[in-house]
């Protein structure tokens, strides 16, 4: 479900906005800022993509993160904000005050917006003097971008209040130097959670506001190394499994005795302001920073062109440019020179539900006794397991073999479910041990992944005939796209939803496979007219959401509860039924008495599966459908979920999906 080229600069679209318009909190003594508020010039002091390091190992700031009460005013408000509640939204953080350097005496504010179309919530630091002007942290001039784009931060914040754009000061390093060959290289998105603030919309919906997560369970404490700053692990949480069949069960408890954290590393600077970082191999992390300055002036350019298309002076709608992948643990056969009873890729290991991940996981109770070294060519040590019947190699198998030979075969091509004794032979999992002596573990990526993200259409329904472009904003390994996605889906749209494909040289109409779902799919191509945008796969990077709300349904009243709660959410007769026709037969398959039913909702899939659409959407609503097929009625209750109901208004993005 936001595509622009992924770069850990770029994809930080996690939070929100902020503002200013009158002062809060203690006075500091230095002197206001000297460009006056009503001079608005874009002058930048950025010298490079990236904070400058602080290498000073004082705090530099005082104070904690401490939630403003008022409205900063820092945002441009339209009409149409304040009928989609934007303004009841915003949320605005103190994040400390500047001890030392350019910026001493200044404090640092967090500003959180909520966002536009189906992308994730918009966030910006910020330094004043005196809360009537402010200068923008701005590392990699995204104030230089077009007019109006969605990445250039005058599209939302009142350059009126902006006297400069700068690269303000952090504790926090784009990069940390582990024990070689180690390292660690940060995401630009400030760690947040989601969190309703007691009060409600016009629609009757719970407003949640973004909060920045300052507490850490000490128990998962890391050495800090490399930097002051506290060292996290990331926990999992895989639940209790209530309801479940004996299977399930059974590898619920390998994964609840295994798996309970991961590579990823937050990191709290003095003001309890959080990053997470990526572990990985300073190679990797050399070569993606080294990616990076190219592929920012190949965006700013594809955004230029965008803007030019749009201005009616380009007649073709621009390539987009590449998206680089963010470095995270993974080896191949051919460069670690791996012996030939290997498999050949190995990037992250238990791949699950439709998500993916840069960070693989930390195996507990493993043992150095427990392993085998691996001759390899590799920069650090690999192992694998001697003991061939570990309960670990059951969960990698079931990761990868848990969906019907048919779908298997549909995914890899010639091949059939190997024996888990055939599997297991080539070596699925290689162990490595981490800066800090844990086991973590890399798995195969030979045998690809049908599951996941499974039929999410996208409907398009604008107020007048209009060239629309969809991307995803973050990377998505695609299993189906119809029409076919190049360069993301170039479409002319009607009103009713009929979009007619712009691109149709890239989708051949006789090589469409016609299985369940996508049976229409051979007529519409030939016609190059289609009902929706078609795709399943899964995210790259993107963790799956947490669900934790929802129901407990018997089988015999799936279609009555589906209708009634997808009308609820605001899904057309049309789209439900669309919806509808495709998953009951699919949760059917499952010959179960009962089912966990929840919804990841809008603002849950503009963060997991963020998109792009360009021109913007004026409403959006995204359905995805999280379910659990359950052998006997959990012996609990689980809270019902609260669902948001949605209000068409203007050009109006619809998506329904769930989860294979």
Known sequence: MKNIVLSVLLTLIAVGVIGGAYYLGKKSSVAPLLIPASIPPVTSMNTSSTQKPQVNSSPLFTGKIKKITSDLGLFKITDFDKENGVPESIIYYEAGVFTRGEFKGLTRILAIRPPEGPGSSIQFLLATSDFKTYLLDDPINKANYPEGDWDNPYTYLDRNRISKTVSLDSEHAKTITLEKPFGLIRRDDILTENKPNGQKDKNGNDIHLEKPITDFDTSLSLTSIGSSLPFYAKATDWGDGNGYSDKDKKILALRNTYLHQTTLVHISDSTGLTYSYIFSTINDIDTYLSKMSSSEKELISYKKQVALYNQKKLTEYPTYSNTIAFPGMNIKKSVASLPNDYYSNYESAFPGACGGNTDTFIIDSIKQGDLTQVTSSSPYQLYVLKDSKHPIYEIAYDSKMSIEEEM?????????????????????????????????AMGEFDIKLMGGCGKPVVYLYPEKPINIHVSFASPISLNTNIPTYHDGWFVNASPDGALTDLQPQYTNCDAIDTTFGSEYAVKACKATTYP?????????????????????????????????????????????????????????????????????????????????????????????????????????????????????????????????
């Open 408 to 440: 298997f075969k549909q995914a890899n091509p010639g091949m059939s479910k190997p024996t888990f004794d055939t599997y297991v032979a080539k070596h699925p999992l290689l162990f490595f041990k981490d800066t800090w002596g844990r086991w973590g």
């Open 532 to 660: 929706y945008l078609y795709w399943s796969g899964r995210s790259s990077e993107k963790s799956y959401p947490m669900v934790n709300s929802g129901w407990i349904i018997e089988r015999k009243y799936l279609g009555v509860f589906l209708q009634e709660k997808l009308t609820e959410m605001g899904l057309t007769q049309r789209e439900s039924s669309d919806m509808m026709e495709y998953w009951i037969p699919e949760m059917s398959k499952k010959n179960v008495p009962y089912y966990r039913i929840s919804f990841l909702q809008t603002k849950d899939m503009n963060e997991f599966i963020p998109m792009n659409v360009n021109p913007k959407p004026d409403s959006v609503l995204r359905v995805f459908l999280d379910y659990k097929a359950l052998s006997v009625k959990p012996s609990k209750d689980i809270e019902p979920q609260k669902l948001t109901k949605f209000e068409r208004k203007g050009f109006t993005l619809v998506e329904w999906g769930g989860l294979k």
